[in-house]
């Protein structure tokens, strides 16, 4: 399958993808400010510069966006064109993920991953549920947690 934009206007447009202050990531800053945590954003002392940095509870929050980091779920398809390098690309994000978080709690950081589907496409879950989850790991979570558009165990759908 051939791509319909010329090479030009796909560059265009794939130069505009933002990898910070995504729509997500400011909608769910101010929820979390409204709530009365304070934080800092991309510190780049951090591995991986995490998105949203509490000091207070030891944790950092990642927003991954499902293509860009190879989630496995409806939002992510590998494209058909360049495929090899689409898949070596992909493959790198998650291994620098990975990386990332083992460095991260190697110095005593916990570590939330919120995928895109959680608030977008066919599965996504309830916004202020969403919200309520970040705020209840906050005090409360496991070291390493993922919150995705599937639900988790004991939870509706």
């Known amino acids: 399958m051939t791509d319909i934009l ?11 993808i933002r990898g910070r202050d995504t729509q ?3 909608w769910l800053r101010k929820r979390l400010f ?8 991309h510190v780049k002392s951090l591995p991986g510069r995490p998105d949203l940095v509490l000091r207070k509870y030891g944790a950092v ?6 293509f860009w980091h190879g989630h496995d779920c ?11 390098f689409w898949r070596d690309k992909i493959l790198s994000n998650r291994h620098r993920d990975r990386r990332n978080v083992e460095a991260l709690r190697k110095d005593g950081w916990r570590v939330l991953e919120i995928w895109e589907c959680s608030w977008r496409g066919k599965t996504r879950q309830d916004p ?3 919200v309520a989850r ?7 979570g496991e070291a390493v947690e993922s919150i995705t558009g599937r639900p988790e165990k004991g939870q509706a759908a």
Do not use: D
């Open 6 to 16: 010329t090479p030009e206007e796909r560059s265009r447009v794939m130069s505009r």
């Open 134 to 140: 970040v705020a209840e790991w906050l005090e409360q």
């Open 61 to 66: 929050i990642f927003i991954h966006g499902c």
């Open 34 to 41: 409204a709530r009365g945590l304070r934080y800092r954003i």
């Open 24 to 26: 997500m990531e400011v």
């Open 74 to 84: 409806h939002l992510f398809r590998l494209p058909a064109t360049r495929t090899n």
């Open 128 to 130: 202020e549920k969403t």
